[in-house]
């Protein structure tokens, strides 16, 4: 099956820069959109930034200028890079993909999340 192994994860402080990233590997044929999610206790699950397989990006409106999505088709990996931390972007983050397996079958996968602290 399926599998998205997330890294990059730790404790950093304000106005710090934090590198996440994900690859997928398993019985893949494609991987179409992937993304980075983020919860913090208490809060919904909020969409951080997604990039088709076609590479066109969307992000939140809170990080929008700071975060930067990008993808490595050949590897199967998607990046996040934060730029700028703030303590709000403190909360566990999970990358996403939607992926076409060898079946043929869409399946949509989540890492199993990674930890993300800015403090002082």
């Known amino acids: 099956q399926v599998q998205l192994v997330e890294s990059g994860g730790g404790l950093v402080q304000p106005g710090g820069s934090l590198r996440l990233s994900c690859a997928a590997s398993?019985?893949?044929?494609?991987?179409?959109?992937m993304g980075w999610y983020r919860q913090a206790p208490g809060k919904q699950r909020e969409a951080v930034a997604v990039i088709t397989g076609g590479g066109t990006t969307n992000y939140a409106d809170s990080v929008k200028g700071r975060f930067t999505i990008s993808r490595d088709n050949a590897k199967n990996t998607v990046y996040l890079q934060m730029n700028s931390l703030k303590p709000e972007d403190t909360a566990v983050y999970f990358c996403t993909a939607r992926v076409v397996l060898t079946t043929r079958s869409q399946t949509d996968y989540w890492g199993q999340g990674t930890q993300v602290t800015v403090s002082s």
């Open positions: 398993g019985s893949i044929f494609r991987v179409d959109d």
